[in-house]
T-cell receptor, first 116, second 111 residues
């Protein structure tokens, strides 16, 4: 149990385009999902906390208009990187905690974004 | 002081060795602690939660020292497959469920 999926696993796009990444909890409901970014050989950096039915909470320094988060249901959150630039190239990972369950976070397999 | 700090590593050990990682946290009110393992270009996977009384899972032992605000992970009889980056994580208090990660310690187990 406690499986989180992400789609796509890898995306290459041109500078200026927008990219949407989906995060799904497959066998549990999650009122809260988290979006992280990880640059090569660096630690996970929390970007935002995604709350079902309400606005996301962004970490300091993360542009909310650049990284649009939508959490429309208890099993789906999306991150859209708008007008992507090469510096947005990174590994984006989501995680989710089971609603009413233990406080363990389960991670999706990540999405590797390369902006040309 | 950073919220969560880990041994910088890297650690290079021979097979069969015992290796220990430490991680300190700055928020004394933190309640939940975890060790994750991350393989190269993969997502973190939960290795084990850390309980107040300490806990063991096979070759892995996790301990919590609240007074000194650190958690540790001990790996006994290390295997080649233990090679990975080990991340400690601390959950913030206050209901946000936000996890704060250390930078990770890279372990390489050599034959």
């Amino acid at each position: 149990g406690a499986v989180v999926s992400q789609h796509p696993s890898r995306v290459i796009c041109k500078s200026g385009t927008s990219v949407k990444i989906e995060c799904r909890s497959l066998d549990f409901q999650a009122t809260t999902m988290f979006w992280y970014r990880q640059f090569p050989k660096k630690s996970l950096m929390l970007m935002a906390t995604s709350n079902e039915g309400s606005k996301a909470t962004y970490e300091q320094g993360v542009e909310k208009d650049k990284f649009l988060i939508n959490h429309a249901s208890l099993t789906l959150s999306t991150l859209t990187v708008t007008s992507a630039h090469p510096e947005d190239s990174s590994f984006y990972i989501c995680s989710a905690s089971e609603m009413g369950g233990a406080d363990t976070q389960y991670f999706g397999p990540g999405t590797r974004l390369t902006v040309l | 002081r950073k919220e969560v700090e880990q041994d910088p590593g890297p650690f290079n050990v021979p097979e069969g060795a015992t290796v220990a990682f430490n991680c300190t946290y700055s928020n004394s009110a933190s309640q939940s602690f975890f060790w994750y393992r991350q393989d190269c270009r993969k997502e973190p996977k939960l290795l084990m939660s850390v309980y107040s009384s300490g806990n063991e899972d096979g070759r892995f032992t996790a301990q919590l020292n609240r007074a000194s605000q650190y958690i540790s992970l001990l790996i006994r009889d290390s295997k080649l497959s233990d090679s990975a980056t080990y991340l400690c994580a601390v959950k913030e208090v206050g209901g946000s469920e936000k996890l704060v990660f250390g930078k990770g310690t890279k372990l390489t187990v050599n034959p």
